[in-house]
């Protein structure tokens, strides 16, 4: 023998072979994106055209995924992720600002987040509906998240003296169904109407939830 074969580094171009993986599932999901929020949505693409799309092979598409719901799986949590994280930010600017100078900048951003792409209102509220009962139960999860968010900060501005307090998860759950339906439509386009015109109703109606006609401050 005239020497030992050298270990791979698993280092190319500068990359690792994490690095590398992490990029090609990002180009996947950015594919994605497009086809399946735009055309021809989720139901009209293979996984030949999604590779295409993404600059990509089959083979590459099978070391990152097993189905094509895998991908709209992931490309739902990352949508939602993405709004979450807008509302958690503004949240934590308006902390200390009165109840509906709070609930305004979390829906603002919230919606000016999800509204920012039509795309992205196509996977969160149409794609992934009637899927499989693995997505709609990942779709319910995460709604449920949203569910929560609203009762702790509802809770919260209920200790303040700020709302009434009671148990708020059904009337959270109608909220966010309400929510959702109005961006969507909005969106497209079903509607005369500015984005600040439906964050301002929105929490009007968040408002009257929070704090009934009987209600009074400090009761």
Known sequence: MTGRLRQPTGRYGGKSAE?????RRRRFLDAALQLFGDSPGYRG???AALSEAAGLSTRQFYEQFHTLEDV???LHLQVNDWAEQAAAAALARARDLPLAERAAAVFGAYAADVTSD????????VEIIGVSPRLEEQRLERRSRWVEFICAEAALAAERGEAA????RI????????????????RAGWME???????????RQLLAILRPADWRPGA
């Open 19 to 23: 690095e590398r993986q992490a990029e």
């Open 45 to 47: 693409t293979t996984v």
């Open 72 to 74: 709209l799986a992931a």
């Open 118 to 125: 039509p795309r992205r209102i196509r996977i969160t509220f």
């Open 165 to 168: 307090p009671r148990d708020y």
């Open 171 to 186: 009337a959270a759950t109608a909220f966010i169904g309400s929510v959702n339906g109005l961006l969507h439509d909005w």
């Open 193 to 203: 109407a500015t984005l600040d015109e439906i964050v301002d109703e929105l929490v």
